[in-house]
């Protein structure tokens, strides 16, 4: 009996599965790998398709994200909000600061006939 062929998303979800599973994962490959199939997925979606084979292109997706969690390719995250303001120059922003009042001469005859 003939082995039913996977599809080419399955195929790359267990590549990239297999290598996120070693000890030390190569970040650089499978930061590639993850970026080709997130690109498959997403033409997918745009052509209309929720499903392959019974599996939603979601679930393909979500599994993406999990690796990519777990592999570390996500940046840190900055929760301390003193942190972000530091990273701004120290001059004070002016925009909202009222400034001294001043007059405006309009001509009047310019809008009455």
Do not use: H
Not at 5 to 23: F, M, Q, Y
Not at 46 to 55: K, N, P, Q, R, Y
Not at 73 to 78: I, K, M, N, Q, W
Request: glycine content about 2%; aromatic content about 10%; hydrophobic content about 35%.
């Amino acid at each position: 009996m003939a082995k039913k062929e996977k599809n080419i998303i399955e195929t790359k979800w267990l590549e990239l599965k297999a290598k996120s599973k070693v000890d030390n994962p190569n970040i650089e490959e499978i930061d590639q790998l993850t970026c080709r199939l997130i690109a498959d997925l997403a033409d997918l979606k745009d052509a209309g398709v929720t499903e392959i084979e019974g599996v939603s292109v979601d679930l393909y997706k979500d599994r993406v994200w999990w690796i990519v969690e777990r592999v570390g390719l996500l940046p840190e995250y900055r929760d301390d909000e003193d942190d972000f303001e530091d990273d701004f120059d120290e001059e004070e922003d002016d925009y909202y600061r009222v400034e001294e009042e001043f007059e405006i001469e309009i001509d009047d005859s310019k809008f009455y006939r």
